[in-house]
């Protein structure tokens, strides 16, 4: 939860950052495309491991408010006198943006949903849940985005097996540049 706390200071210390840098235009509109590329590294003082984690991905703009996609994550652990592990998960999403928050609409949050698979080489299992974020523009077709999501995984998508497992899910935190093209 520090983390992911710390993720999203970060995350509006550079909306403030960025919002007064310009007069963007940022109207996304039916048939824009929307890529978003996010990373980082943690290996923590003292620990015998690091962890090197990646995420693209791809978005088609329905109308100015409505977007379908699809992330794709990757995550590898070194791991010191140990066999390396790497995790995946690819990701359809729908966000859905409320506009007219901000002047040109350099701000952007949204709410959305996604609905798909994580993998590692031993084990596949679906993930489900919400999520929500915001694009804070640079420019009429760049942007420094924030998104957080809560995972939760299930064997089989029934209602009871999300229930049961309800507990046992991932805060995941993203920041990440993207651009609308």
Do not use: C
């Not at 109207?27 to 495309?33: L, P, R």
């Amino acid at each position: 939860m520090k983390k992911t706390l710390s993720t999203a200071a970060v995350g509006i210390a550079l909306f403030f950052m960025t919002a007064p840098l310009g007069t963007a235009w940022a109207v996304q509109k039916a048939g824009d495309s929307d890529l978003k590329l996010a990373g980082s590294f943690f290996h923590a003082r003292g620990a015998d491991t690091g962890i090197l984690a990646l995420d693209v991905g791809y978005g088609y703009y329905v109308s100015e408010n409505l977007e379908f996609g699809i992330v794709q994550t990757l995550g590898y652990s070194f791991i010191d006198d140990a066999d390396d592990e790497w995790a995946a998960s690819t990701i359809p999403f729908v966000n859905y943006y409320f506009r007219g928050l901000s002047t040109n609409d350099t701000f952007q949050p949204f709410i959305g949903a996604f609905i798909g698979a994580s993998y590692n080489e031993d084990d596949t299992t679906g993930t489900i849940g919400p999520l929500l974020g915001f694009k804070s523009f640079i420019n009429d077709s760049t942007y420094v985005g924030v998104t957080y999501r809560y995972e939760w995984f299930f064997d089989e998508l029934t209602v009871s097996d999300i229930n049961n497992t309800r507990s046992d899910g991932n805060h995941v935190t993203t920041l990440g540049v993207g651009f609308i093209f």
